[in-house]
């Protein structure tokens, strides 16, 4: 049987519906796993029951990560927030964590993790931390829109088999201290984390960037879904 993976749900709340960008899926399936899109709950025993039948879990972008997660307050008009996913992803971070099961992140899914974990972002990185790199390019996604550095000695350069790389972008929030648990494995040239992970986990990676966009087209998406499937086991 395939290894399940657990995707946490997008929100919309002006259809009041889950939803789904269909590449994040795509992606896992093509690493050979079976996705399962969680429903939106933040029930603990619910999750509980959810986190014990997955091998693993992808945390995806979407809304921004609640300031109160990192002890701050929203930036007026800047930040557009869903307490209710960062409630279930806490739940379902922690329980993945205490069952050392293997968890990648994306976009949203660094920022969250990083946060969740004791870390603080920027709640825009255009006002906080400058514009030398365009972090939110225009569509289409499926193109790169800037380079990054991958560290040395670091599982993600072991991955792709190399130092520096093209990347697609698209956010406007990203990591201001990264958690004393996590270490950077890229950087762009602004000095923004693009990726970190916890040497202390089994497998707990994240990256800025949307693998989802580029994976039909750029062989480093498809090492980085690959990656993720065999930490599964």
């Known amino acids: 049987m395939k290894k399940t993976v ?7 709340e002006k259809k009041d519906s889950i939803w789904m960008l269909p590449g994040y899926l795509d992606g896992l399936q093509e690493a050979g ?16 029951q959810l986190v014990g039948m997955c091998d693993g879990f992808l945390f995806t972008g979407g809304h921004d990560v609640s300031p109160a997660l990192y002890g ?14 960062d409630a279930m992803e806490k739940k379902v971070l922690e329980m993945a964590l205490e069952a050392d099961k293997p ?7 660094l920022q969250f993790i990083n946060a969740a974990l004791g870390g603080t972002l920027y709640q825009d990185l255009q ?4 514009n030398k790199v365009c972090h939110r390019q225009p569509a289409p ?8 550095d991958l560290l040395e000695g670091t599982p993600l350069e072991a991955c792709l088999g190399a130092d520096r790389i093209a990347v697609n972008s698209c956010h406007h929030q990203g990591v201001k201290l990264l958690a004393l648990s996590l270490q950077a494995m890229a950087v762009a040239d602004d000095g923004l984390v693009e ?12 990256v800025q960037w949307h693998p989802e966009f580029l994976f039909r087209r750029d062989e480093n998406s498809r090492r980085i879904f690959r990656a993720f499937a065999e930490a599964l086991g």
């Open 6 to 12: 657990g995707v946490m749900p997008l929100w919309d």
């Open 141 to 148: 996604y499926d193109v790169p829109g800037h380079e990054v």
């Open 127 to 130: 006002l906080q931390h400058g």
């Open 72 to 85: 701050e307050k929203p930036m007026e008009d800047l930040v557009v927030c869903c307490e209710k996913r």
């Open 103 to 109: 968890v990648l992140g994306i976009c949203r899914g």
């Open 195 to 206: 990726a970190a992970f916890c040497p202390d986990r089994k497998y707990l990676w994240a």
């Open 33 to 48: 796993v079976l996705p399962v899109m969680f429903p939106f709950t933040d029930e603990t025993e619910d999750l509980r």
